[in-house]
């Protein structure tokens, strides 16, 4: 957290009151909530540094101190005065400050890392979507324990460490006055509790390692680089809560197609007199081949549309169209008689353009 001053991390006067400081932190606590901005770092900071802001001039004292102290053009580096304050200890002066239930420091259940995996999918799974079993390895709570790692039968005691209360407080000296930190208690992991013995099956980890096969809903349009979250399907250690399952699309074969948007484009080559008579051609499509017919006088770069036959539109309905782009193929030789009759041919007025 960089040095700054706290009545400008807050928004407020210098001649603010208490109440005015107090709606300040409230506002920007909301917003900047851990709880709000899951996996932002820098929300996290920032939370940390409204809460020490707020804890400074909501103290008479400590506020007297710091207008002592510092102006807002030398502030006092707050990093140095707050060495050791962190998340949640953030939290906790948080909920002191205002007891909004469901924020709770103590009460926060550990989050299980997720897992990510990449997948390969065909045309026909990227265009119309599908249902995929993934295989992955995680940690689960262990099924003996239910994840505490404990022998049951063994029963509990409480903590010598932290006495029970599953933190540990400490306090630091700063030159705004003492700044007191909890920390979840290493010893116990903030239970509170020791086990009497170890759970037999998992060594008194509380997990156990699975392979699971998890069945993935693909949505129709998905393409390469886009990821599917799986909520709660990642690792649970213990009595954690579980991790997320990141699914990243790596690659979407295509086959001869090209994608555009949510387009499919197919250029088909054909000879002049095909062209000038029309024919018709196959090509390749979603669900296997279409024929399509290539108009008399079809001209090199005309396009012929199929309508919602391309890929799923991913945040809308219905699908993108095949566009076939027509190429017209002119000879390098031709035999004397072939030459002739190009010949004879061009003398003729619907040979020539208009």
Not at 196 to 215: E, L, M, N, P, Y
Not at 234 to 243: K, L, M, T, W
């Amino acid at each position: 957290m960089t040095g700054r001053d706290p009545y400008d991390v807050l928004g407020v006067e210098r001649n603010a009151t208490r109440e005015e400081v107090k709606k300040a932190y409230r506002r920007l606590a909301f917003e900047f909530h851990p709880d709000r901005n899951p996996g932002d770092r820098a929300a996290e900071d920032r939370f940390k540094e409204i809460t020490l802001a707020y804890e400074v001039l909501n103290d008479p004292d400590k506020r007297a101190r710091f207008d002592r102290w510092g102006t807002a053009d030398a502030p006092p580096d707050l990093s140095e005065m707050f060495g050791g304050f962190g998340l949640e200890d953030a939290i906790r002066a948080f909920m002191e400050n205002f007891g909004f239930g469901g924020f709770s420091a103590g009460g926060r259940s550990r989050k299980g890392p997720d897992i990510e995996i990449s997948v390969d999918l065909d045309l026909s799974e990227a265009a119309l979507g599908a249902r995929r079993e993934v295989r992955v390895r995680r940690s689960e709570p262990c099924p003996d324990c239910s994840g505490s790692g404990a022998d049951s039968a063994a029963g509990w005691k409480t903590c010598e460490s932290c006495g029970g209360r599953g933190q540990i407080r400490s306090s630091h000296r700063t030159i705004l006055g003492s700044i007191s930190t909890i920390s979840s208690c290493s010893a116990c992991s903030g239970s509170g509790r020791i086990a009497g013995a170890r759970c037999h099956f998992c060594g008194g980890s509380g997990s156990k390692t699975q392979d699971r096969s998890i069945s993935v809903d693909i949505p129709a349009g998905m393409s390469e680089g886009q990821v599917l979250m799986l909520r709660g399907q990642g690792h649970q250690p213990g009595d954690s809560v579980a991790g997320d399952l990141s699914i990243h699309v790596r690659s979407v074969d295509y086959g001869s197609l090209k994608r555009e948007g949510d387009d499919l484009v197919f250029q088909v080559t054909v000879s002049f007199p095909e062209a000038a008579l029309g024919t018709r051609v196959r090509v390749p499509a979603v669900q296997g081949e279409r024929e399509v017919e290539i108009p008399a006088g079809t001209q090199p770069g005309d396009v012929v549309v199929l309508r919602g036959e391309g890929m799923g539109r991913l945040r809308g309905r219905g699908r993108g169209d095949l566009r076939v782009v027509v190429g017209v193929y002119v000879p390098r030789k031709l035999s004397g008689s072939e030459k002739k009759a190009l010949a004879d041919l061009s003398s003729s007025r619907h040979f020539h353009r208009d």
